[in-house]
Every structure is written in structure tokens, then in C-alpha cells.
């Protein structure tokens, strides 16, 4: 056995709880993806023409920069998590269990990163929307959601789907960090019978 490896064995309880763990990881990152991407099509097809007198504006999703990142970020989280998926459904139908503590350090970091990119972007596009509602009089920006509403209103709608990858994407890091830490403890790691050593 490799110093990365940790001989697992498991009751009939035990099993249940990886069964039902493993269905409520795969559940939440297909959620992911699905959510991540639909966040992603409504602000990338999101686009407004206003007509200013005798000057045409239209208002698209690379006007604000935050926008741009919660684009990024979330074809970024739905690559992984879809990535995440086939791994789950793999794992699932060959009934293996996750014993190579470097592959679940790689996981672990991995949606931890989801997680954080995906809240920052989160924050940041929710922070253009409310400068966009009630504009910044100190630095006088100007409200715009006033005059492009369709635009602001389907941008919040993407952010509020973003939002909803975004808790899928945290409890799917706390399960992670439950699969890794659980092979460092000594209550869920048992020693086969046959490997115990005998004085």
C-alpha cells in the first residue's frame, strides 16, 4: 500500500452514508453546471439598444466589468463541475471509494477555488447592479437602470441564477473537505482484520 493511499473499510451504515453522500455530491454539482451555464447565456444574450435623442446606446454585458468576470467565472465553474460530474457518475458505477488522499487534497482544492472565484464574482457583479440602480452621487455616476431596465433586470436575474450555482458549488466543497478529512481520522479509517499486527 502507497504512503497515499488509506485502507478504508466500511459497515453497512457506513456504506449508506457514502452512497447517499456520493448521490448529493453528483445532484449538486449537475446543479451547478446547469445553473452556472444558464447564468452564463443570460448575460452573455443579455443586450439593450436606447434611443438618446439622435444617439443609439446600446448596453451589453462587457460595458461593466463585473459582468465580464461573473461571465468568466462561471464557464470556469461549469467546465469543472461538469469535469466534477462524469468523475461522480465514473466513480459511481465502478462503486469505488475515494482512498488516494492526493486526488481528494486535488478535489478539495479544487472546489474550494470554485467557491471563492464564484462568490467574488458574485459580489462584484451585485455591487455594479446597485451602483447601477442608485448611481454614486460623491463620485457622480449617474444612475442607468433607470434608462436601460430590461437590461439591469435580466442582468440580476443571471446574478441570482450565478448565486444559486454558487451555494451548490459551497456544499459541494463541504463535502469535499468531508471525504478528505475523514481519511485522516481514526474513528472512520479501520484497519482490515488480516493487516492488524499481532504480538
Known amino acids: 500500500m502507497s504512503p497515499g493511499n488509506v485502507a478504508v473499510f466500511h ?10 453522500l456520493k448521490l448529493t455530491e453528483l445532484l449538486l454539482r449537475c446543479s451547478a453546471t446547469a445553473l452556472a451555464l444558464l447564468a452564463l447565456i443570460l448575460i452573455v444574450t443579455n443586450t439593450q439598444v436606447k434611443q438618446i435623442f439622435t444617439i443609439e446606446k446600446r448596453a451589453k454585458y462587457t460595458d461593466m466589468k463585473a459582468l465580464v468576470f461573473l461571465v468568466v467565472a ?11 460530474s462524469v468523475r461522480c457518475v465514473v466513480g459511481s458505477m465502478k462503486g469505488s471509494v475515494l482512498l488516494d488522499k492526493s486526488l481528494a487534497w486535488a478535489i478539495f482544492l479544487g472546489d474550494q477555488a470554485m467557491a471563492y472565484i464564484s462568490v467574488a464574482a458574485i459580489a462584484a457583479s451585485a455591487e455594479s447592479g446597485l451602483i447601477g440602480i442608485r448611481g454614486e452621487e460623491k463620485l457622480q455616476w449617474m444612475k442607468l437602470c433607470n ?6 433586470n435580466r442582468s440580476a ?10 451555494v451548490a458549488l459551497v456544499f459541494v466543497s463541504c463535502i469535499s473537505a468531508f471525504s478528505l478529512f475523514r481519511l485522516y481520522g481514526g474513528g ?12
Open 74 to 84: 462561471n464557464g470556469i465553474a461549469a467546465a469543472y463541475s461538469l469535469l466534477q
Open 157 to 166: 436575474g443571471g446574478t441570482a441564477t450565478a448565486l444559486l450555482a454558487s
Open 11 to 20: 459497515g453497512g451504515k457506513m456504506k449508506l452514508i457514502d452512497r447517499r
Open 188 to 199: 472512520a479509517t479501520q484497519r482490515h482484520p488480516n493487516l492488524s499486527v499481532t504480538k
Open 147 to 152: 434608462m436601460f431596465g430590461k437590461f439591469c
